[in-house]
T-cell receptor
Framework: NAGVTQTPKFRILKIGQSMTLQCTQD?????MYWYRQDPGMGLKLIYY???????DKGEVPNGYNVSRSTTEDFPLRLELAAPSQTSVYFC??????????FGEGSWLTVV | DAKTTQPTSMDCAEGRAANLPCNHS???????VYWYRQIHSQGPQYIIH???NNETNEMASLIITEDRKSSTLILPHATLRDTAVYYC??????????????FGTGTQLKVEL
């Protein structure tokens, strides 16, 4: 019953460091998404992918990169971390236009 | 994207029905209304969705007005575990497939004894 799995759960980064948030799903969904949620706010779409090898920008893509080499995995890379990237990151997946299922989140603090 | 308007917070007594309203007056004819909830910063959890007919599942009921400009999520017998932020979302279909869910700030539902 894994669904969407994200790692790490918590991470503290120093300004300027880089890291990758991992996301994997076992539902054979073609569509995957990365959202971020700032305190007291709703989720905002960073990037999404409609299948292996295809990605596109969402509302807030600056400072992030993604890749999709397999159906299961959709890692999110933060380059040159900034304090503005302190947030909770959610990975999600769906089949076509069906319901989106979310992971449990990754808490990132940039200091 | 169609915007939604929800009350900031609501209270409900345990065991009673919780009725959460949502306005989406700019919704287009083929756009679905989705409801998610988020319990204490966990990942959002899908509840229910609908186009124009009323819908019911094991978690909740969704009532959509005939003009589709508003809807109400009903939790028939709220429990303490239903305390969460509830998001009403109009789904946008992305080019090439997939969905875009635009989250507002939602309604904080507090269920009390």
């Amino acid at each position: 019953n894994a669904g969407v799995t994200q790692t790490p759960k918590f991470r503290i980064l120093k300004i300027g460091q880089s890291m990758t948030l991992q996301c994997t799903q076992d539902m054979n969904h073609n569509y995957m998404y990365w959202y971020r949620q700032d305190p007291g706010m709703g989720l905002k779409l960073i990037y999404y992918s409609v299948g292996a090898g295809i990605t596109d920008k969402g509302e807030v893509p600056n400072g992030y990169n993604v890749s999709r080499s397999t159906t299961e995995d959709f890692p999110l890379r933060l380059e040159l971390a900034a304090p503005s990237q302190t947030s909770v990151y959610f990975c999600a997946s769906s089949a076509a236009w069906n319901t989106i299922y979310f992971g449990e989140g990754s808490w990132l603090t940039v200091v | 994207d169609a915007k939604t308007t929800q009350p900031t917070s609501m209270d409900c007594a345990e065991g009673r029905a919780a009725n959460l309203p949502c306005n989406h007056s700019t919704i287009s004819g083929n756009e679905y209304v989705y409801w998610y909830r988020q319990i204490h910063s966990q990942g959002p959890q899908y509840i229910i969705h609908g186009l124009k007919n009323n819908e019911t599942n094991e978690m909740a009921s969704l009532i959509i007005t005939e003009d589709r400009k508003s809807s109400t999520l009903i939790l028939p017998h709220a429990t303490l575990r239903d305390t969460a932020v509830y998001y009403c979302i109009v789904r946008v279909e992305l080019t090439g497939g997939g969905n875009k869910l635009t989250f507002g700030t939602g309604t904080q539902l507090k269920v009390e004894l």
